[in-house]
């Protein structure tokens, strides 16, 4: 990029989704201290940075030594899902309540958590995922392994298109992330919002952009990250208010 922007006398802009440099758990790695140097380097040189959240641009100027980023939050187009009925795939669960994951199955994630914390759920809650990813296979393994087959399902993944519309029907949704590295903490994925605007409530692991986002709006809480009995509780909460 700095170099076609450079030939072409063209502006050049840095859109940043992650903190690059943060995604290592040792941030002292060779690896961690590569990225950064290339992060920081081409930072430097762009016309203009983007990023996601507040938080994170902050995090960004410091550690590339930059002016703080645009924001512009990572929201999906203005979906109306008002007169949409729930699609074919809740028709499986009948009239069991249904907390959905719906995201990349990547490491790093409280995802597994949410199949752990199923035993501790009313029986007429069921926890499906709705994705791909490199640990689907694990997550299948713990899911026989646990003998919650009954409990937790494999929905088949849907075209970016749909992922606000394909949401309708689900009682919850889970944002799940783990505080293992510094880009997972001042993450504010697109999932959030497109749960928000599928009129579900969310439920979020404590970190501190996910946390003043939800609480700020109303629209959920968060949990004890890696707690799978701190998660439970927030479900149940949610589900049956006092």
Same mark, same amino acid.
């Given at each position: 990029?700095?170099?076609?922007?450079?030939?072409?006398?063209?502006?050049?802009?840095?859109?940043?989704?992650?903190?690059?440099?943060?995604?290592?758990?040792?941030?002292?790695?060779?690896?961690?201290?590569?990225?950064?140097?290339?992060?920081?380097?081409?930072?430097?040189?762009?016309?203009?940075?983007?990023?996601?959240?507040?938080?994170?641009?902050?995090?960004?100027?410091?550690?590339?030594?930059?002016?703080?980023?645009?924001?512009?939050?990572?929201?999906?187009?203005?979906?109306?899902?008002?007169?949409?009925?729930?699609?074919?795939?809740?028709?499986?669960?009948?009239? *069991?309540?249904? =907390?959905?994951?719906?995201? @990349?199955?990547?490491?790093? %994630?409280?995802? /597994?958590? !949410? $199949?752990?914390?199923?035993?501790?759920?009313?029986?007429?809650?069921?926890?499906?995922?709705?994705?791909?990813?490199?640990?689907?296979?694990?997550?299948?393994?713990?899911?026989?392994?646990?003998?919650?087959?009954?409990?937790?399902?494999?929905?088949?993944?849907?075209?970016?298109?749909?992922?606000?519309?394909?949401?309708?029907?689900?009682?919850?949704?889970?944002?799940?992330?783990?505080?293992?590295?510094?880009?997972?903490?001042?993450?504010?994925?697109?999932?959030?919002?497109?749960?928000?605007?599928?009129?579900?409530?969310?439920?979020?692991?404590?970190?501190?952009?996910?946390?003043?986002?939800?609480? *700020?709006?109303? =629209?959920?809480?968060?949990? @004890?990250?890696?707690?799978? %009995?701190?998660? /439970?509780? !927030? $479900?149940?909460?949610?589900?049956?208010?006092?």
């Amino acid at each position: 990029g700095c170099t076609a922007a450079r030939v072409t006398h063209a502006k050049l802009v840095y859109d940043a989704y992650e903190l690059w440099s943060g995604y290592s758990s040792e941030p002292t790695s060779v690896h961690a201290r590569l990225m950064k140097l290339i992060e920081s380097v081409g930072a430097r040189r762009a016309d203009c940075v983007v990023t996601v959240n507040d938080k994170l641009g902050e995090r960004m100027a410091a550690a590339l030594t930059i002016e703080k980023p645009l924001t512009v939050m990572n929201t999906p187009f203005t979906v109306d899902v008002g007169e949409l009925a729930p699609g074919a795939w809740r028709d499986r669960f009948g009239d *069991r309540r249904v =907390v959905i994951y719906q995201g @990349r199955y990547a490491a790093g %994630r409280d995802i /597994a958590v !949410a $199949i752990r914390c199923v035993p501790h759920l009313p029986e007429d809650v069921v926890v499906a995922f709705r994705g791909y990813g490199v640990i689907e296979d694990e997550l299948r393994r713990e899911v026989r392994e646990r003998q919650l087959e009954d409990r937790v399902h494999f929905l088949e993944p849907v075209a970016m298109s749909e992922l606000v519309t394909s949401l309708v029907g689900a009682d919850l949704g889970l944002v799940l992330y783990a505080a293992t590295n510094e880009n997972n903490t001042l993450a504010s994925p697109n999932k959030l919002f497109e749960y928000i605007m599928a009129g579900v409530p969310c439920i979020a692991s404590e970190l501190p952009v996910l946390q003043e986002i939800i609480e *700020r709006h109303g =629209v959920g809480t968060t949990f @004890r990250s890696q707690d799978e %009995r701190a998660l /439970a509780e !927030a $479900i149940i909460a949610c589900l049956e208010p006092e």
